[in-house]
């Protein structure tokens, strides 16, 4: 797996923890830090964390 700082042209600096990119999604906080996590269900994990906070 990967983690640490990291960055891109088109994300800028974020953190990240994960094994697979395929397997990952991306979380930015009001604050405008970033995280990229990683799950193996990763497209329902951003379906309940939408649904949690509102969106």
Same mark, same amino acid.
């Given at each position: 797996?990967?983690?640490?700082?990291?960055?891109? &042209?088109?994300?800028? *600096? /974020?953190?990240?923890?994960?094994?697979?990119?395929?397997?990952?999604?991306?979380?930015?906080? &009001?604050?405008?830090? *970033? /995280?990229?996590?990683?799950?193996?269900?990763a497209?329902e994990?951003?379906?309940?964390?939408?649904?949690?906070?509102?969106?």
């Open positions: 797996g990967w983690y640490g700082w990291f960055s891109e &042209k088109d994300l800028g *600096k /974020y953190f990240a923890y994960y094994d697979k990119a395929s397997d990952c999604f991306l979380v930015t906080l &009001k604050n405008g830090k *970033k /995280y990229m996590l990683g799950c193996k269900d497209p994990m951003v379906k309940a964390i939408n649904y949690r906070i509102g969106n």
